[in-house]
């Protein structure tokens, strides 16, 4: 499984999103995009919490962990680190298998809005060497 910034943390970030939004404006232009979208799609916060991959493994609910590559860069306003560390902890502890790349200085999106940078070309590549080494 290749994960770019995901939304590992639906609640966690929603959350975020409000206190950044609870301490007022200048911030950034993501709380107004992720707090109706969370609304919209999740409905309630606990509704939040069950689909949150880390609250399911912390459960102990039993899934596949397939081998994962997970990229995002360190100054990724979107997706907090703490969401990142506390799925990558989970989903070691039950077994599973996390390869992780962080980009120095790179924020969310930066393989897709920054295509054919030094982090965008790397992210690529290593995307591509994990799915070689997945079929092999």
């Given at each position: 499984m290749?994960?770019t910034?995901?939304?590992i943390?639906?609640?966690?970030?929603y959350?975020?999103?409000?206190?950044l939004?609870?301490?007022g404006?200048?911030y950034?232009?993501?709380v107004d995009?992720?707090?109706?979208?969370?609304?919209a799609y999740?409905?309630?916060e606990?509704?939040?919490?069950e689909?949150?991959?880390a609250?399911?493994?912390?459960?102990?609910?039993?899934?596949?962990?397939?081998?994962v590559l997970y990229?995002?860069?360190?100054e990724?306003?979107a997706h907090?680190?703490?969401?990142?560390?506390r799925?990558?902890?989970?989903?070691?502890k039950?077994g599973?298998?996390?390869?992780l790349?962080l980009f120095n200085?790179e924020?969310?999106?930066?393989?897709?809005?920054?295509?054919?940078s030094?982090a965008?070309?790397r992210?690529?590549?290593?995307?591509g060497?994990?799915t070689?080494?997945?079929?092999?």
């Amino acid at each position: 499984m290749i994960m770019t910034s995901p939304v590992i943390d639906p609640l966690g970030r929603y959350r975020y999103a409000k206190d950044l939004k609870a301490k007022g404006q200048p911030y950034p232009s993501l709380v107004d995009e992720v707090l109706p979208c969370h609304d919209a799609y999740w409905k309630t916060e606990a509704a939040m919490d069950e689909g949150a991959p880390a609250s399911a493994l912390e459960r102990g609910e039993k899934m596949q962990l397939p081998p994962v590559l997970y990229l995002q860069g360190t100054e990724d306003a979107a997706h907090p680190r703490p969401h990142l560390d506390r799925f990558v902890a989970a989903y070691r502890k039950a077994g599973g298998v996390v390869d992780l790349e962080l980009f120095n200085g790179e924020g969310q999106g930066f393989i897709m809005r920054k295509v054919g940078s030094p982090a965008s070309n790397r992210a690529l590549d290593l995307i591509g060497e994990f799915t070689h080494k997945q079929l092999r």
